[in-house]
Structures are given as C-alpha cells and as structure tokens.
C-alpha cells in the first residue's frame, strides 16, 4: 500500500493541458484525486512534477550481453535517469525474433526492472534483413513495436512487405535509417573532421537515402513508420516536408546528436563513436530546429552500453554507442535554457509523444492513470561521474560534465524507486 | 635559430605544433645532417635510452630510418613488427603499450593501421611516442623530411606553390604536408580524381583544382602521392591506365612545368603510374635526398622528445 503527496511542485501534464501549482496524489498504484490516510509527504516546493518519464530507444542486453548490462542495472539507471517506462531493442543475444525470447525479457522484467520495460520485436528473423519475423506472434507475446534496430532492411521490398504486415496488427515500425553502400565502413561523419583525422567517412547521406525510402513507403502503406536517432539536418527536412503532407511518420534524436558535434572526435576518445555518427555544426542546429518545431516527436538516449575493455581500444576497431540514460534529463533540459524547447514541450517529448507513438497508457498525470511520476529540480547543479553509473558499462562521453537539472524522485506505479 | 623550447613528450602530429615548433625541429635537424657527413656518425645523445620500433603495419623506409636514426643517437633498438607481435594473438594495444612501459621503454616509435593510435599510446605512456603514421591521420615526420628538403633546395617555404598530387583522402603524408606548408606560409594545392581529392579539403585552407595542367604551370614543388590501394574501400577511379593519363606526371606535363620546379614522391614509387619511371630518376627529382633528409630529421625529433631538451 503506497500513499503519497507530492505537495505544491509545478505540476506540468501535457495530456491534461496542465501546468499550475498544486499537488499530486498517489493512492496504491495510481493517481488519485483525494489525499489519502496516512500518506507521505513530499514537499516538491519549486521542483516540477510531471509524467513519469518514457525513453523509447535503450537497450539491456539481456539475454546474451550481460557483462555489458542487465534488466536490472539498465533500469538502474532509468530509475536514476527520471525514466519509468523504457522500450528495449530486440538485438540481444538470441535476438528478440520470436515470442520464446520476448516471453524471457518479460519475466527477467518482471523479476529484475525497476521501472516498466516495453520490449520490441524483430523486424526479420536473426535481425539478418532476409526474411520477416513471426510479427503476429510477436505482437500476441506483448511487443509495443517492431524494429531490426542496430541494422537496417536494406530490401525495399522486405521492408514495404514488413509494413503492410505490421499495419495488421496497429504496430508502428521503428527504423535505424542507414544505407549500407553509403555507410560502407566509415566511423566518423564525412566532412571536415573526418577529412582532418583521417577518419573514415560515413556521409549524412546514409540516412537521409532510408528515411526517404521510409517515407515512401509509410505513404504507400499507411503503416506508421518512426525514424529512430535521427542525426541529419536533411533527413529532419525530409521528415518535416512528409508530415506536412500527413504521412504517418514520426522521429526522435539523441541527445547526443543535439549536444555534441564531430570535432570531438579530435580526441580520438571511442565515447564519442556512436551510430549513427556524430555530426556537423549544420547538422545540430537543423535538429534543434526540428525539435522546435516539432518536426522531432521524441527524445530518446539510445542507451548502448559496452564493457570498457571493448571501448578502450583503437577508434576503428571500437564497437559503436555510450550510455545515456543518466545525463539525458540535464543535456534535454538545456534545450529548454536555450530557449529551443518551451517547458511542455520537453515534457511531451518524453511523455504523450512516445506514448502516442506506441499505444501505451502512459504519460499522464489523470486521475486513475497509473502513478508513474517523475519530479525534477530544474536548476540543481551537479557533476555526473561515470563511475558511480547504476549502469554495468562505463562508455560516457560526459564523464567529468558539469550539468543542471536532475530527478529527484522516479514514482513506477506508486512505488519511489529512486530519490535523492 | 628560433627561441622557441621544445616542451613535448611525443610528437604525434603536425596539427598541434606552432609555425616556431617546426622551424626548431627544421634547425635542429640542420645540425644533425652534418654529423651524418662526418666520418664517425655517432653522439652519445641517447645512450642508456631504449627506443622500440613499434610497427603494426608494414614499413622498410621509415622503420629503417628510425633505427639507424636511434642509433646514431646511441640508443637501444628493439623492432617489433606485426607478425611477431602479440597483437595478431589478440593482445589489445593497450596490454601491448603497458608491456612496453613495464620494461621501461623511453620512447616508443608506433606506426599503426588505425587513425589516432598514437595518440592512444602518448596519452596513456610515460614513454615518448612518435607516430611514424597512424592510418590515413599524420606523418609528421615525414611532413617534416619534406619541408626540410624544400628549404635547402629553395631557401624558403612562404610563398612558394606546393602542389600534392594524387590520392590525398587516404594519405597520412598529405595531411601533415598541408598542415605543415600552411602553417609556415606556403600556397597548397591540391589536384586528383575528385573522388580521392574532395573539395571538402579547402576547409584545410587549401585550394582543389582538376585542372591539373593549370595547377602544374604554377608550382614550385610537385609532390607525389602513392595511389593507397591499401586503404582504398573500393573504386575511386575507372582504371590505372585512366588515372595515369588524367593525372600521372608524364614526360609531357614535365615539360610545361616551371624549369626549376622540384620533383618529390614520400615513396615507394609506382613507375608508370603516378610518375613517369624517367623523371623519378631525373635531376630535379629529390626522391632520395627527402630519403636522406628524413634520418637528419627523425634524429632531431628524437633528440627533441627524449634527449633532454625538454625543460
């Protein structure tokens, strides 16, 4: 039996069109519209109390990359991070391609998560881009989306194929937009950096190639397709140009892609390797434009740990993607200081948006909703040190950052699973 | 003689170093040229020193050079080439580069497949590390080599035209050549297939040209690049036959060229290729002497990073 009050915070409820003053009641797992006996106090005095906190794009690992991370120590960090709700990828090892696997993840979930885990399902079998996965079954094991996330459908024909079938069911399909040709082997953005280092390129064009052939093809399906990490200025125009005309697209950039840019990759550090790549100056600001204007439904970490022995190594050779789910609160909350994002904004771009997205019955602060609430202290300064990470792995470029903003208090269902 | 005190550990890079950082490396090996001309070759600079030849990807000129280099310093050479090495056991560079500083090694001389290895190593050693050529990132010394030549045979770097022909998107020697050359007030250009040459490349503050006859009739300097098929992920031209008459120095081209305009190839040399196999051996090519040039130089970076001058 959990009670709370969450007493006279900034109550911000997209959903609700809401953002006073007052408190916030939690009575057993939900959220209630009368104080109930006896519960606990918490005094949220010039914090903001908000939905609790949706990150569409984070993987666990588990089964298969336990050294990397764990359901447990993932959601850890969500927990940490303000996050109550996470969508995990289905490359784990076996990969999440059949409802056996699916099935595990829930009940590893179930046993280990601290918040509520959303998994996906596989686009094609082995995430291999030959064959569909069995969708169907996929979704009756209780998936939210299908994805081959990590790896692209280069067959245009399997993925239209893959979308007439997904839209059977009402799932929307989550794209990792990357042309193979074009990315060919490259580590770094191909521009200047690149050309200075000697790094090998890997053009924007890579993306904005996939999010066009996504473009068309959720026109020519109708199945809603969603743009996942989206890091070109072109492909944001492209996105924005097709929602225009009302095809059912939508995306979601890192943050990342929003903060950091490629020159700092002149430190030749593998924290800053990520896929898809670092990009210009250009490429960040058309972002913020996009976030701005809504063109960028979603925030999302991209949460790809790896074992510091497998990023310690040459640029080349290390495998691509860092932790985020700790920093991402801050690093989107200096959106909102230099004035890209309003407030609401912010907040729907981690709460309604992926709940729209998904179909999940999440990111509301209504009465009866389930109590999933995250309260934030807006300007606490801090300094994030990987070290202390809830995560397994290490692999941050923010280390030693100085950040503002932070949770304060993750509520999953009525229960406080992080507070500080 | 420039003030300037040399204060680096290693030297990975041209990028990093000042206009006067250079002209000190270019003076110092000034004086180490000389004691190559007399008949015992040999200071006791680094005597005691140990110096490991670090190479994880093939050479004969530069590894060579560093040794001999080493030596006539009095320093202690170990060569460690790729296929002995333990990292073809799956040792990383990092166990291999705490193995080296466990025996004590002082400087560390890495040539290595992957941009930023040396860097890698330099931030992680004690040791001195100087990067022989880290993918398609630097040569610092053989950038160095180049501009020492330049400045005995034409007196000066600023203001001349320096032309880099060839594949320069995969080349480690024509990024160091371009930093180098502009920091020190020299006109670059740079001329080849578009596909190896983009223009993205004048963001370096150097101008592209395909108008390789045009970019010829004003150069001071020709340097010649190796087509790197080595690095090269797939097709960036139709045919050697096609570059080679596109943009390969031919016996006509060297005609149109200013008369005292000097040949230079980092080397090895394809014959027929980039180069007419004639003119490589011609007088105005300074082929070997860059050879030559390069041990003066390797000793003066050694010298400067590990031999006491720093303070």
Redesign the interface.
Known sequence: MSALILRNGRVIDPANNVDVVRDVYVSDDKISATPAAGARLVDATGCWVVPGLIDMHVHLREPGGSAKETIATGTRCAARGGFTSVVCMPNTSPPADNPGTIALIRQRAEETAMVNVYPTGAITRELKGEELAPIGSLKRAGVVAITDDGRCVQNNDLMRRALQYAGMFGLPVLDHCQDYQLS??GVAHE??WS??????GWPALAEDVIVMRDILLAEDTGTHVHCQHISSGRAVRLLREAKRRGVPVSAEVCPHHFTLTDEWLK??DANFKMNPPLRSEADRQALWEGLTDGTIDCIASDHAPHCP?EK??????APFGIIGLETELALSLELVRKKILTVRQLVEKFTVNPARILGLSKGTLSVGADADITVIDAERDWVYDVGQSASKSRNSPFHGWKLRGKAIMTIVGGKVVWEE | MTTVQWQRKDLVGI?ELSAAEIELVLDTARAFKQVGQRAIKKVPTLRGKTLVNLFIEPSTRTRTSFELAAKRLSADVINIDTTASSLVKGE???DTAKNLEALNADIIVIR??????A??LASRLRASVINAG?????HPTQALLDAFTIREKKGRIAGLNVLILGDI?YS?VA?SNIWLLTKLGARVTLSGPATLV?R??E??GCRVTYDLDGALAEADVINLLRIQHERQ??SAFPSIGEYSTLFGLTKERFARTKPDALIMHPGPINRGVEIDSDLADCERSVILEQVTNGLAVRMAVLFLCAGGART
Do not use: M, N
């Not at chain 1, 050309?195 to 090998?200: E, K, Q, V, Y």
């Not at chain 2, 880290?134 to 630097?138: F, K, N, Y």
């Open positions: 060919a082997d521009g200047h050309l200075a280092l000697g790094l090998r430190t030749f022995f310690e190594v040459e640029f080349d050779v | 990028y990383t560079l990092k290595h497949s992957a941009a930023g290895a860097h890698f880290d993918g398609a990132h630097e998107l480690r990024r983009p993205q490349f963001s370096f992920r797939r």
